[in-house]
């Protein structure tokens, strides 16, 4: 959807801030562009709707070289967020929003109808937002109306600048979780800036690294943080990385084991004898539809001798994930429980457990760029950065 071909800018003053970038985009990808002050980031973004144009190299955008095309067509297909957000102070948030519809000729009640929807979309109500001034807004909430903005004629493509940058930590979070939630409905393809490599993880489909002007690495979070390809890229990821791989890797259903299983309904009795013949510690406890119930100890089942049955020994089983979900998530769970192992379920179906030594397995495996992603809205930094 968007391609570099050997694309640089070299500044007036002799600055080179882009130097032979090539890389693409597919369509409903984010792409997050990470590095540094100064090393060309924004100059790239701004390539793509001509706002700056390339010394050299071409950029296509659906097939088509953009030098070609006429920079205002050109930047009705492409929203455009930056951090300062660039609202008008003296026009409501409804109007603000409603600008580019406005711009592009449509009816002036269609474009605050799609204005109105827009707001919404972003989580600010238009009957309460819609007749303020910018000035009457938090930071937040201007930057949910610079989304809003940037949406609001549909274009196929958004550019982010830093979108986030200007927000405190708590209001930045919830505003990458709504605009990934967001992105999950319009399935832009979206380049988003950034210099702050959680960030980067945490939004981008693919990431790419920034050195002086070039990309370093080009590449899925989890192969970025689990094999970084220079030593710059390794030292910009950080020296925890493998807790941010955590983040980023799924619990998948091959790193399960099947550990002893007793049925609900079974006498307890003969649960009993089959463990002992295993030499088993504890099973897991399933109903009649293979769902997890909960667990129960080898030493309740043999002390009820021939009363009762496992339902009636079972215990609730405290560490569990859902499949898919990030190994940190599954880790998390068993410290938090003093679990040896997380059972592991899709929906009410009991998987199989996630055990300490398979866990780490899940972690070597995800420096594989063929391991499966974690959807970004389950990714979760807290506890890394307290780690
Ligand atoms: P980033 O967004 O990654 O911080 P920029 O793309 O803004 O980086 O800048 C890349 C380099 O180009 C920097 O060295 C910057 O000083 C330089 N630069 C940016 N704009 C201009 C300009 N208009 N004239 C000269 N140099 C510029
Ligand atoms: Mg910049």
């Known amino acids: 959807m968007i391609r570099f071909e050997q694309v640089s800018k070299v500044y007036p003053d002799g600055t080179t801030a882009v130097d032979g970038l090539s890389f693409e985009v597919a369509e409903g990808e984010l792409v997050t562009l990470v590095g540094p002050s100064g090393c060309g980031k924004t100059t790239t973004m701004m390539m793509v709707n001509r706002l700056i144009e390339p010394t050299s190299g071409r950029i296509l955008v659906d097939g088509e070289d953009i030098s070609r ?19 008008f102070p003296h026009r409501t948030v409804l109007d603000n929003t409603a600008t580019v519809p406005a711009l592009v000729g449509w009816k002036k009640a269609k474009a605050r109808a799609r204005a109105a929807e827009l707001l919404d979309l972003v989580g600010l109500d238009p009957a309460t937002y819609g007749p303020r001034y910018p000035a009457q807004l ?20 958004l550019l982010m600048d830093e979108p986030f940058g200007a927000v405190d930590p708590v209001v930045r979070e919830r505003l990458q979780n709504e605009f990934l ?8 393809t979206v380049l988003l800036v950034t210099h702050d490599i959680e960030e980067a993880v945490r939004m981008g489909d693919r990431i790419a690294v920034y050195g002086q002007g070039r990309i370093e690495q080009f590449d899925t979070p989890g192969a970025v ?14 020296a925890d990385r493998g807790l941010k791989r955590l983040s980023v890797t799924a619990v998948e259903p091959d790193d399960l084991e099947e ?18 013949a ?7 406890v399933l109903g009649g539809h ?14 009820a001798g021939d009363e009762g049955s496992v339902g009636d020994l079972a215990r609730r089983m405290e560490a569990w994930v859902p499949v898919g979900a990030p190994l940190k998530q599954a880790f998390s769970e068993m410290l938090q429980h003093d679990a040896g192992w ?8 009991f998987l199989g457990v996630l055990t300490p030594a398979k866990l780490h397995e899940a972690l070597r495996r995800s420096v594989d760029a063929e391991a499966q992603g974690v959807p970004r809205d389950q990714v979760d930094f807290d506890s890394v950065a307290d780690a």
């Open 278 to 284: 295993e030499d088993a510690r504890w099973a897991v």
């Open 342 to 349: 997380v059972a592991v379920v899709d929906g009410a179906r």
């Open 138 to 157: 938090s930071g937040g909430q201007r930057q949910r109306v610079g989304v809003a903005r940037a949406l609001a004629a549909d274009p196929p493509v």
């Open 181 to 188: 939630g967001l992105q999950e409905t319009v399935r832009k």
């Open 69 to 87: 095309v006429d920079p205002v067509q050109l930047r009705r297909r492409i929203g455009y967020v930056i951090q300062q957000v660039g609202l």
């Open 225 to 238: 943080l689990g094999n970084p390809a220079t030593a710059y890229v390794a030292r910009f990821v950080g």
């Open 259 to 276: 550990p002893p299983v007793a049925r609900l309904d079974e006498p307890a009795a003969d649960a009993a004898a089959r463990l002992r």
């Open 290 to 303: 293979g769902e997890l119930h909960g667990w129960v100890s080898a030493d309740s089942l043999r002390l």
